[in-house]
């Protein structure tokens, strides 16, 4: 039996605040206007909701654009999370060829690297590719990203997952940094998140905590 090291099972493969980082591509306007593989809303509130998360978690969270000067700035809600940090402006599509958002990355020490993007199939797929190369563990937000085309997205996550990047929903990101309930410093702040962003799951815990004799945080 092989005694090397496997990145997509056991419990080193499950995601914590301390080896993870974030990177968050390319939510802009432009890329918004002709996304369609996802109704745009749900883009919007699954990648501030994941920002939020990271923030709660204490996950470096590094912000991109490209040509912002023509695609517009960073989301408001997604920049609001993050007010202090003003995003890398690129002129690369394929943002891991772009020294400053690597070095970024590489500052943190950091090889989990989680990853949402617009558009999925170049904006999101280039980096993802590129990093594996480079040795990162990768992780694809399949729901803080999106295509020009249902296809298009669902064809870009085929060919990550072939790469061998690792599909994961923002939820599921959060639940593991969580991982434990008993991290009692980040119960309430997760709670609320879930309250903001989660949908029925959000109406859910805050039946949980209602039941458990709990509140969440204001």
């Known amino acids: 039996m ?3 090291r496997n990145a997509k099972v056991g419990l080193d493969a499950l995601l914590t605040p301390e080896s993870s980082v974030l990177l968050l591509i390319d939510h802009q306007p432009y ?3 002709n996304l369609h593989s996802h109704e745009p809303t749900m883009i919007v509130n699954n990648v501030i909701g994941l920002a939020k998360l990271a923030k709660a978690f204490g996950v470096p969270t590094l912000l991109t654009t490209v040509l912002e000067e023509r695609g517009g700035y960073l989301i408001k809600g997604l920049q609001d999370v993050f007010p202090e940090q003003k995003p890398i402006n690129r002129t690369f599509i394929n943002t891991w060829e772009d020294r400053r958002v690597v070095e970024a990355v590489e500052k943190t020490g950091r090889k989990k ?6 558009w999925t199939e170049i904006c999101l797929a280039m980096p993802v590719i ?7 563990d990768v992780y694809i937000v399949t729901d803080a990203s999106g295509g020009v085309t249902a296809e298009a997205h669902d064809m870009a996550v085929r060919r990550m997952v072939q790469a061998g990047a690792v599909p994961i929903t923002w939820m599921a990101v959060g639940g593991e940094w969580q991982r434990d309930w008993a991290r009692e410093k980040t119960v309430a702040g997760m709670a609320d998140l879930l309250g903001q962003h989660g949908g029925a799951t959000g109406v859910v815990t805050a039946w949980e905590w209602q039941l458990l004799g709990l509140h969440q945080a204001k």
Do not use: K, N, R
């Not at 690297?113 to 617009?118: F, H, Q, S, V």
């Open 2 to 4: 092989s005694g090397s």
């Open 31 to 33: 890329q918004f206007a």
């Open 113 to 118: 690297l989680i990853i949402a993007a617009l």
């Open 130 to 136: 590129h990093a594996l190369g480079e040795g990162y």
